[in-house]
């Protein structure tokens, strides 16, 4: 029974069942039509003839609607079917659009783990400049490539490479390369799983003043000795790479102590933008202007005054509680002061 009610449902969902009996009943209104006529026309007086038509009318009339509906309906299955070959056809393009997506995917990804092996074979040719820098911009490429899958073995490759070939002072240009890539990678939120170590401790003395370069693109990157020369630290604010100095110096730079980590650091000349008194304990200040710095921890804070250390009186620091910043600090009355007779009259 169920059967033959599915095969019953089916028959009347096929255009071609409609298509019989829009025919059929057109025939079947056709002929009506003619006996009907006939019988009208043999009628023996007008008031009989009159009464035929009233009687043949309403079966015309219903016969047309019947005629009308079978069409009708012939012409919206025809239509369903139209709509269900084009959705059939946009899922089979859709599918085919995805397959060839999936198919560009994969092929993105072996070139990209060719050019990645590549990158990492000529940037190990150490004697030979040209395919080292090749390789530099192979690994650039793959680093800042769209499909992000190699992006960190790229740029571990480029750090380690700066790791190795980078001392102190001006990096050569293969080395400076490497840097720029590792920036440029950064930039699109793509990092180094390296944590890189840079000692300047050994160096000859004559060479300090070179100073150091900062390195973007690490998770990490301490410096250790050496000195920065006028860095402006706040040009880091948006990096992610952690960065931390012990026995640094440091010579008219902008600094903020609460970001970043320093340990047994000297600052000569240097603005102070945020710091805490246990950070202050841990390094060294000479000449250095605290004007508006936010102090997080005033707790124990040194005092900084026999070293020249300052803020004009119209910016004192800002800390959360009420400090008498004059007894740690010394005061400039005006921008017209300088501070260097400020460090001479506090000794």
């Not at 080292?132 to 490539?145: C, D, F, N, R, Y």
Request: hydrophobic share 40%.
């Amino acid at each position: 029974m169920e059967d033959s009610s599915d095969a019953n449902q089916e028959r009347w969902e096929r255009e071609d069942t409609w298509q019989s009996l829009a025919i059929a009943t057109a025939v079947i209104l056709l002929t009506g039509f003619l006996a009907a006529s006939i019988w009208v026309i043999v009628a023996p007086d007008d008031a009989d003839r009159l009464m035929r038509v009233q009687i043949s009318a309403p079966f015309g009339v219903f016969g047309g609607a019947v005629v009308s509906f079978c069409t009708i309906v012939w012409r919206g299955r025809i239509s369903k079917r139209q709509a269900d070959a084009q959705l059939k056809a946009t899922n089979l393009q859709r599918e085919q659009i995805d397959k060839l997506a999936l198919q560009i995917a994969a092929t993105e990804e072996n070139n990209l783990a060719d050019l990645l092996q590549r990158g990492a074979e000529l940037i190990g040719e150490s004697g030979k400049k040209s395919h080292v820098a090749a390789g530099i911009a192979i690994l650039q490429s793959v680093a800042e490539a769209p499909n992000a899958k190699f992006a960190a073995r790229a740029m571990d490759l480029l750090a380690d490479y700066v790791q190795d070939g980078y001392e102190y002072g001006e990096p050569n240009n293969l080395v400076a390369a490497a840097m720029s890539a590792l920036s440029q990678g950064s930039r699109l939120d793509r990092f180094a799983n390296r944590r890189l170590t840079f000692d300047a401790r050994a160096l000859h003395s004559s060479r300090i003043d070179e100073g150091w370069v900062i390195i973007i693109g690490a998770i990490a990157v301490r410096y250790i000795g050496g000195k920065f020369d006028h860095f402006d630290e706040t040009a880091l604010s948006e990096s992610k790479t952690r960065f931390s100095f012990s026995e640094t110096a440091f010579e008219d730079c902008t600094i903020d102590l609460a970001k970043f980590g320093y340990s047994k650091c000297n600052f000569v000349q240097c603005e102070i933008t945020s710091c805490s008194a246990s950070n202050i304990k841990r390094n060294d200040f000479d000449t250095c202007d605290f004007s508006g710095s936010k102090v997080l921890n005033t707790n124990s804070f040194p005092d900084l005054r026999p070293n020249g250390n300052y803020y004009f009186s119209e910016s004192p620091p800002i800390a959360r509680r009420k400090f008498e910043w004059s007894r740690v600090l010394n005061v400039v009355s005006d921008d017209n002061s300088d501070p260097q007779e400020v460090e001479a009259s506090s000794s």
